[in-house]
């Protein structure tokens, strides 16, 4: 999305001035990293959630309503998923309820409305698995405090300030 490029543009400046910005911009795996050793944990939480989970039931919906022509205009918004996309829709339904579970992205959640997952069992995969994801995102940043500091350390440095 275009809130999530920019994100990854000002994202340098903004982990170190403003870190729960960054978030509502892009809460990427790398942001939440980065993000977790200097934000206070429910603010983290809720934002990462609420930002990660924006997109999936848009997707989701495009899926279920259109299913193949759904497919076909992802097709077309990223070309180069091409041909992979049809096989894994084709063989979707063996494993949808792991994929929504552990990654919930764009592709996942047209395929989970597509293959018509009842929209009950795909919000509560699609929550629980978001928020395990944060949990073992904030328990790694935790346990890694030394390495995180050196790499925003270097952010620091090569970053420009924005005013």
Request: with cysteine.
């Amino acid at each position: 999305t275009i809130a999530g490029k920019a994100g990854d543009a000002f994202g340098p400046v903004l982990v170190s001035e403003w870190p729960l910005s960054l978030l509502v911009l892009n809460s990427n795996d790398l942001h939440l990293g980065l993000t977790s050793p200097t934000t206070h944990w429910l603010p983290w939480y809720l934002i990462g959630t609420l930002r990660r989970l924006a997109e999936d039931p848009v997707f989701f919906l495009i899926g279920w309503h259109y299913s193949d022509q759904g497919v076909h205009w992802l097709q077309q918004r990223w070309p180069s998923l091409g041909a992979s996309l049809q096989r894994c829709h084709s063989a979707f339904a063996k494993s949808a309820a792991l994929a929504v579970l552990v990654e919930p992205g764009a592709v996942v959640c047209l395929l989970a409305g597509a293959s018509r997952m009842t929209p009950v069992v795909f919000l509560g995969l699609n929550v629980s698995g978001t928020v395990a994801r944060l949990l073992l995102i904030r328990c790694l940043a935790a346990s890694l405090p030394g390495p995180l500091e050196a790499l925003l350390q270097l952010v620091r440095r090569f970053s420009l300030p924005l005013a």
